[in-house]
């Protein structure tokens, strides 16, 4: 990324906008994500509405940086590095805008939970833990952004490994238990909802932190064995 | 700076249109004295002459008798002068010229011959007469003849063919060059397909201007020494001459001749006030012979160049 | 960064600057080129104006040789018989007849349409007139104006259009089968839609003749060109392919100018 200005002092607005509006579109997805995971451990079911309702500003910041994002392709035929910037950043909010629908489900899950009276078990709070660490992946990764550092990113793809794993052991746990008490089933596959968007999440900021990589290094490591990424 | 309004905007152009108004006068009242000066000077050639435009006075040849005198000898004797001149001066400046722009290296010798070129245009007309005279009549053995008249006259025209040859040259553009180049043509190629044609109107605008000085020139032929009073024509290529012999077809570039301003200069010279009116006659005609030459320059000008865009 | 888009084979070499120094007089205009120019490719050279793109391309065909005071250092290497262009022993001539140059401007000559195509071949010497009424026929149909201009061959040729004149000016370079083609900015004096033809044109041509294209306008070279070099002051900063310097060029000085950062 180049320090210096575009010889269109316009066109350095236009990035300059762009690339805030994605910061603020990625920091009320955060808010979601972490209003879910208090109500959901909390039992605060009055908040689900809230974050609902978050999420229809999330969806008109996407559609309005995608249309910014079309509009500077066409006045300004970016190249290299700003060709980078625009093509990331809007595949950026579609990830960012999937993290807020994964948020959206954990709250409805949380109202089905409590609205039937049933506490989460004492293997849900293991969720808790992974919604954490995804929750930091996603801060992570839009640092990276705003920094356009590109180390970070890679430690936060990196990270969703561990994300995985521990997705995969709270769902052994949460299969033994409906196995040993099969009243709790319904409950159970309520938490692994839940645990499955959380475990989205991660992944969506493991994508936002690949386009990261793309936009400051120019490489696409997508769908590259781990070796290739570091 | 507040802006102006309207009323101070048109005082500023009307201010600014006085002296456009005013130049407009003063070139209309120069450009009405120079054209008075030619027309006055015409008219008073037609005017003293009027009684002499007879067909006899085009055919017949000079006598001591004002009334009978013509100019037959004369215009034939400019004419042939002129063809002899412009066979000579036309080659001769037209390969100069495109030597010097086209294949001349930019240095220090073709920068003097540059030079020399444009302060030979300025050299007065009868140092060429001289110079003709020890050259052409003596040293070549021409004599006082149409051959000697016309390379004298080539002489005093060529640069004027040069620059002008170079001028046409420069004016056609560098891309045309190097388009023709760029396919792989040698710089004689370029110059027989290209460059001579596209200056051609240039090249025969100088050329008839040449002519058209070189034909009203006096001093340098009388110097030569042509004759004032002829009355025979230059032998016709094959026709009989005198003791049974035929004419060679180069034999009148060895005729004794006169031409145009040598018999006006000689009627003029004359004590017998009618052959004033002979001169006003002659010099009209010649006057005529210059301007038809010229607007002949225009037309083949403006011919060419309608075919010449780029 | 591997995609089905970018060139698998390795390309063949058509032409090869080395250590390529150029001068005006005392003024030094290229700075030791080093360039591959690859074979039945489109390599486009640009810069902000006065980088030495136009410089270096002339002196493919020598057409520096045409001033005085001008001078080459270095090699262009000329493959397959490995000829140096600029070589003492080559005569500029024989390098003009193996390499074609399209101009800034349409340069038609003010004759017909038909003799400006012929030039080239009246140049070598060839009069036979079938010979010259095919070959100009198949290279004014290699530019892509043979339906606009069959009916007319005996117009003038500065009464076509301005893309009309440059397709015509392609037409000129083709007829003699040149092995490597110089477009110096075509398109600049024309309008977009012009410009697009030349630019199909030149997509077109890439399957016969190498090509080495001129241009300022930086849209026009990742469209047309499979290698691009960026060059400033005189020095050749950066060669790739087009695909790799339009998304992630190596230099900064690359970055600036493609992004619009310079100045």
């Known amino acids: 990324m180049s320090e210096n200005n575009h010889l269109s002092s316009q066109f350095d607005d236009d990035l300059s906008r762009l690339r805030s509006h994605v910061l603020q579109m990625g920091g009320l997805v955060e808010t979601q994500i972490s209003a879910a995971i208090e109500a959901y451990s909390r039992g605060e079911v009055a908040s689900v509405k809230h974050i609902v309702e978050t999420d229809r500003k999330v969806n008109d910041l996407e559609v309005a940086i995608d249309d910014d994002c079309a509009h500077i392709i066409a006045k300004r035929q970016p190249a290299a590095s700003d060709l980078r910037m625009v093509f990331g950043i809007s595949k950026i909010v579609t990830d960012l805008e999937r993290a807020g629908d994964e948020a959206k489900k954990i709250a409805k899950g949380v109202r089905r939970i409590y609205e039937a009276g049933q506490m989460p078990s004492q293997y849900g709070i293991g969720v808790r833990h992974i919604a954490e660490a995804a929750l930091a992946m996603l801060r992570q990764s839009l640092d990276a952004f705003a920094r356009l550092d590109s180390p970070l990113a890679i430690k936060v793809i990196q990270a969703d490994v561990d994300v995985d794993v521990e997705f995969k052991s709270i769902m052994r746990q949460l299969i033994t238990h409906m196995m040993e008490d099969p009243r709790t089933i319904t409950t159970s596959i309520d938490i692994i909802w839940i645990a499955r968007a959380v475990e989205r999440i991660g992944d969506h900021a493991k994508n936002i932190s690949e386009h990261v990589v793309f936009i400051v290094d120019g490489r696409d490591i997508r769908h590259q064995p781990k070796e290739n990424k570091a | ?310 | 960064m591997e995609s089905p888009m970018q060139i698998q084979e390795t390309p063949t070499l058509k032409a090869e600057a080395r250590n390529l120094n150029f001068f005006y007089g005392e003024n030094k205009a290229l700075r030791n080129i080093n360039m591959p120019i690859y074979d039945k490719k489109v390599t486009a050279l640009i810069g902000p104006s006065g980088c030495g793109k136009s410089t270096y391309l002339r002196s493919f065909n020598r057409m520096h040789d045409l001033y005085p005071g001008n001078r080459y250092e270095g090699e262009i290497r000329f493959f397959p018989d490995n000829t140096n262009l600029l070589g003492a022993d080559v005569d500029p001539i024989e390098v003009r007849m193996r390499i074609g140059m399209v101009f800034q401007k349409p340069n038609p000559f003010p004759k017909t349409i038909f003799e400006n195509v012929a030039y080239g071949l009246r140049v070598r010497g060839e009069t036979n007139k079938r010979v010259l009424e095919d070959k100009v026929e198949h290279a004014l149909k290699g530019a892509a104006i043979w339906e606009e201009v069959k009916d007319r061959l005996p117009e003038q040729a500065p009464n076509l259009s301005g893309g009309q004149q440059q397709r015509l000016c392609i037409a000129r370079a083709l007829a003699t089968d040149p092995e490597l083609l110089l477009f110096d900015e075509p398109t600049s004096a024309l309008d977009p839609i012009a410009t697009g033809a030349i630019e199909e044109l030149i997509h077109e041509l890439k399957k016969r003749v190498t090509i080495l294209i001129v241009t300022h306008n930086m849209q026009q070279a990742a469209r047309v060109s499979d290698y691009t070099a960026y060059m400033y002051l005189g020095e050749m900063i950066e060669f790739g392919k087009t695909d790799e310097i339009f998304i992630k060029p190596q230099d900064k000085r690359t970055e600036d100018y493609i992004t619009g950062r310079m100045g």
Not at chain 2, 125 to 133: E, F, N, Q, T
Not at chain 2, 242 to 250: E, I, N, S, V, W
Request: glycine fraction near 8%.
């Open chain 2, 1 to 310: 700076m507040k802006p102006l309004t309207t009323e101070e905007i048109r005082a500023v152009i009307a201010k600014g249109k006085f002296y456009d108004n005013l130049f407009k006068a003063v070139g209309v009242f120069c450009l009405a004295f120079a054209l008075l000066v030619i027309v006055a000077l015409i008219a008073d050639m037609v005017i003293k002459g009027s009684e002499r435009f007879t067909l006899d006075f085009f055919f017949n040849f000079a006598s001591r008798r004002a009334t009978e005198a013509g100019i037959l000898s004369a215009w034939v004797g400019s004419l042939l002068v002129m063809l002899v001149t412009a066979m000579a001066a036309v080659p001769l400046g037209v390969a100069a010229g495109l030597y010097l722009e086209e294949y001349a290296k930019r240095n220090l010798l073709t920068n003097i011959i540059e030079v020399n070129i444009t302060n030979l245009a300025a050299v007065p007309s009868i140092v060429y007469g001289l110079l003709a005279l020890g050259i052409f009549v003596y040293q070549f053995g021409f004599g006082q003849s149409i051959l000697s008249a016309g390379l004298t006259l080539a002489l005093l025209i060529l640069p004027i063919i040069i620059v002008s040859t170079r001028e046409a040259i420069r004016a056609i553009p560098a891309m045309i060059r190097e388009g023709s180049m760029a396919v792989g043509a040698t710089r004689w190629q370029t110059c027989r397909f290209h460059i001579i044609p596209y200056a051609m109107p240039g090249i025969l605008t100088g050329v008839i201007i040449g002519l058209a000085r070189a034909i009203g020139e006096t001093a340098p032929i009388i110097t030569i020494g042509a004759l004032t009073f002829i009355a025979f024509l230059p032998p016709v290529p094959f026709s009989a001459a005198d003791a049974g012999t035929t004419a060679g077809l180069f034999d009148w570039l060895l005729s004794p001749f006169t031409v145009m301003p040598i018999q006006i200069f000689n009627w003029t010279s004359r004590p017998d006030p009618a052959f004033e009116v002979n001169a006003a006659a002659a010099g009209f005609v010649l006057m005529v012979m210059v301007l038809s030459m010229n607007a002949v320059a225009i037309y083949l000008r403006y011919q060419m160049r309608k075919k010449i865009k780029w």
